[in-house]
């Protein structure tokens, strides 16, 4: 036992070594993807991203489990994993990932029918849809370790890209309590700029700072600019715009009641019930709300949900927005900072969000992953015009943790 101990000791006495993963990540016309994501699915905090050249270098604990996955990810594309004993073995892993548009797309099937009949068909799915979901999305607690990307643009230039490891937590929806029903808890931050970055962010300022060295104006009022706290406020502001709302809740949100405002498809091997809402105060704020929810057409199962929101914004000189209006705007990701900070007048926004599910051993349904894109227009009171456009994606990296609540 004596020598055994001291073999023992003489092992552990060597340092553990992690050991290196080298490749490339490509798309499929062979060119690099750069800040691509590269991490191990247990340890995305020790991850790594490709350079310009799409190339990563991710060191591998020796801890690692050899069948454990390395995820590779990228914004509009679909996520890969390998086991770490194949990617190890390959002095240069090559992995190609192929694009996945946000909002999916598919040949329409629809049966020729009466209009009679498609309308009783729509009613029935609705109604087995809607017990299928207060059934798979009781009232309860969802926790996801998430690994989140974000990518910032203005006129086709990216500016930015943002990483966080953290957790969501999804609580019931609550009028009473009020609040969010969505938190986000940050455990690490990588942000990386690109060199237009600051040229950009100097134009934002001169929109900003106009009102402020205007001499007809007697009271000047404290220079308007964006600083790194700011920069770091909207990333994360995005991280948790992607992820939007518990999915429980969004069924109460909507007029189930108005079967006018549904529609019934088939695309591919889902049925999809398709719910409109259009909203128009005056002219002044114009907006689409389109959620397509594609569910199995026996068991009525949720697998995914593709949502786009497209708004128009058009303030008279002078006009006060109203509380109504305000809460559209800022579901476009708008808030009140922006409109005074830029004296917008004329905005454009479109927003699609994906979000994909997944059935647990347990039988819960949860998460699998989110994907959104954000494109938009803001015109200033002197018709100068700023576009801008935002990508993210978040990918639960975890196993949830389900909790259910009387």
């Given at each position: 036992m004596k020598y055994f101990l001291y073999i023992l000791l003489f092992f552990c006495s060597f340092p553990i070594v992690a050991q290196n993963a080298v490749g490339t990540v490509i798309d499929e016309d062979g060119e690099p993807i750069p800040y691509a994501?590269?991490?191990?699915?247990?340890?995305?905090?020790?991850?790594?991203?490709?350079?310009?050249?799409?190339?990563?270098?991710?060191?591998?604990d020796s801890l690692i489990a050899s069948d454990d996955e390395v995820i590779f990810s990228f914004i509009g594309y679909r996520t890969e994993e390998f086991s770490v004993a194949s990617i190890i073995s390959d002095s240069n892993f090559t992995v190609t990932l192929v694009e996945q548009p946000i909002m999916l797309e598919g040949a329409v099937v629809k049966a020729k029918i009466s209009r009679k009949e498609s309308t009783k068909l729509k009613k029935e799915a609705l109604k087995k849809f809607v017990e299928q979901m207060a059934n798979d999305f009781p009232k309860r607690t969802a926790e996801y370790p998430v690994f989140s990307?974000?990518?910032?643009?203005?006129?086709?230039?990216?500016?930015?890209?943002?990483?966080?490891?953290?957790?969501?937590?999804?609580?019931?929806?609550?009028?009473?309590?009020?609040?969010?029903?969505?938190?986000?808890?940050?455990?690490?931050?990588?942000?990386?700029?690109?060199?237009?970055?600051?040229?950009?962010?100097?134009?934002?300022?001169?929109?900003?700072?106009?009102?402020?060295?205007?001499?007809?104006?007697?009271?000047?009022?404290?220079?308007?600019?964006?600083?790194?706290?700011?920069?770091?406020?909207?990333?994360?502001?995005?991280?948790?715009?992607?992820?939007?709302?518990?999915?429980?809740?969004?069924?109460?949100?909507?007029?189930?009641?108005?079967?006018?405002?549904?529609?019934?498809?088939?695309?591919?091997?889902?049925?999809?019930?398709?719910?409109?809402?259009?909203e128009n105060y005056m002219g002044i704020v114009k907006g689409e709300l389109q959620l397509h929810f594609y569910i199995d057409p026996v068991t009525f199962q949720i697998n995914k949900i593709a949502q786009s929101l497209s708004g128009e914004l058009h303030i008279p000189f002078g006009y006060k927005l109203k509380d109504e209006e305000l809460e559209f705007i800022n579901a476009l990701q708008f808030g009140h900072d922006t409109l005074d900070r830029y004296r917008v007048r004329h905005a454009y926004v479109d927003v699609l969000r994906n979000v994909f599910f997944r059935r647990t051993q347990e039988g819960d349904v949860v998460i699998r992953e989110k994907n959104l894109e954000v494109r938009g227009d803001i015109i200033d009171t002197k018709k100068k015009k700023l576009s801008y456009s935002a990508e993210a994606k978040a990918i639960v990296s975890g196993t949830p943790k389900i909790t259910k609540n009387d």
């Open positions: 994501s590269v991490y191990v699915k247990n340890d995305p905090i020790g991850g790594t991203m490709t350079d310009m050249d799409g190339r990563y270098n991710l060191k591998i990307m974000y990518n910032g643009s203005q006129d086709e230039r990216q500016l930015i890209h943002h990483e966080i490891v953290g957790t969501i937590k999804e609580y019931p929806f609550d009028n009473k309590r009020g609040g969010d029903s969505v938190a986000l808890v940050v455990k690490s931050v990588k942000e990386f700029t690109t060199d237009e970055a600051k040229t950009a962010y100097d134009m934002f300022n001169e929109i900003a700072d106009e009102r402020i060295n205007n001499p007809k104006k007697k009271k000047k009022k404290n220079k308007l600019t964006y600083t790194k706290r700011d920069l770091d406020y909207q990333a994360l502001r995005m991280h948790r715009f992607l992820w939007g709302g518990p999915t429980g809740s969004l069924i109460d949100m909507l007029n189930i009641k108005k079967p006018a405002k549904w529609d019934y498809t088939m695309i591919g091997d889902d049925a999809v019930l398709t719910y409109t809402e259009k």
